[in-house]
């Protein structure tokens, strides 16, 4: 679905002469039938949200990460040190695709050394990894890639009030990208005690890190 929404702009928004995609799905989720449609896409259309509600014959599945599923691909690479297997899969957000490439890396570098792979900081960005977040960097709007830079920055997570403090646009501005960079998956949010914090997956920290050198 991603290939006929815009780059360069908050999520969920048609590419020109795609938006009467928006009125088809708008009647296949309104008028009642006996079909299923399954979309797939790193970003949900705008307009799809509207009809997620308790009542809606449409849902909006956010996929996560395998966590410890995720255990199963690098045994099935034949990776050493099983007990480090957590630290590696947190670091690359259980995505199975980004643990295949890294499970190659470390295949062919250290004979299949979690623990010599993870003694090298920061996390290593294969050639083979960089393209694949380079394309959803570049999705990315510019005030998107602003509050990443931001987080990015912080050692932990982040509250909103602290991102508030040190972003440069407005506060209506910067909630607009923290809802569409959740959208998209890329970020995290998880509950403190007063408020919810933000972070991004220590790969995804990396690049943003690498793009700003």
Not at 46 to 62: C, E, G, M, P
Not at 155 to 172: F, N
Not at 186 to 208: C, D, H, N, R, W
Request: charge should be negative.
């Amino acid at each position: 679905m991603q290939q006929i929404l815009s780059s360069g702009q908050l999520a969920g928004n048609y590419k020109p002469e795609y938006e009467n995609y928006g009125t088809l799905f708008k009647l296949i989720g309104e008028i009642p039938h006996n079909s299923c449609l399954i979309l797939n896409s790193w970003e949900p259309p705008s307009d799809i949200l509207t009809f997620t509600d308790d009542n809606s014959a449409v849902s909006l599945l956010q996929l996560i990460g395998l966590g410890e599923a995720a255990t199963e691909i690098l045994r099935q690479k034949g990776l050493l040190d099983e007990e480090l297997w957590p630290e590696l899969i947190e670091i690359y957000h259980g995505n199975p695709l980004w643990l295949k490439l890294v499970a190659q890396t470390i295949n062919n570098l250290f004979g299949g050394r979690v623990s010599q792979y993870l003694s090298y900081q920061p996390v290593f960005l294969s050639d083979e990894l960089t393209p694949i977040l380079q394309q959803h960097y570049q999705r990315l709007s510019e005030i998107e890639k602003q509050a990443i830079a931001l987080i990015s920055n912080e050692s932990e997570p982040v509250l909103l009030t602290q991102l508030m403090a040190k972003s440069q646009g407005s506060e209506r501005e910067l909630f607009k990208a923290i809802q569409s960079l959740d959208r998209r998956g890329i970020i995290a949010k998880l509950s403190g005690e007063a408020e919810t914090v933000f972070t991004i997956p220590p790969v995804l920290k990396q690049y943003v890190k690498m793009v700003a050198e």
